[in-house]
């Protein structure tokens, strides 16, 4: 299921209280601790690719767009 579903799911369900709570129980996704979907890029909200160094949390594409501005240079 993807995230859209799973909004326009909920949004469907929350006037029946108990359908939503049940919904809920068996179908809600889990909280990610580690791996690639732990981390969203703030900028766009992609979560593959992700630079975390020097705690920038950007994807590689808005990294590469952003990073003059952020004071890095281009070598080579």
Request: charged share 30%; glycine share 6%.
């Given at each position: 299921?993807?995230?859209?579903?799973?909004?326009?799911?909920t949004?469907?369900?929350?006037r029946?209280?108990?359908?939503?709570?049940k919904?809920?129980?068996h179908?809600?996704p889990?909280?990610r601790?580690?791996?690639?979907a732990?981390?969203?890029?703030?900028?766009?909200g992609r979560?593959?690719?992700?630079v975390?160094?020097?705690?920038?949390?950007?994807?590689?594409?808005?990294?590469?767009?952003?990073?003059i501005d952020?004071?890095?240079?281009?070598?080579?």
């Open positions: 299921m993807t995230a859209s579903d799973w909004n326009k799911i949004k469907q369900l929350t029946k209280t108990a359908k939503f709570k919904f809920l129980k179908n809600k889990k909280e601790k580690n791996g690639i732990s981390k969203k890029c703030e900028n766009c979560m593959g690719a992700h975390g160094q020097y705690k920038i949390n950007l994807c590689r594409q808005c990294f590469r767009d952003l990073a952020l004071g890095f240079r281009k070598y080579s």
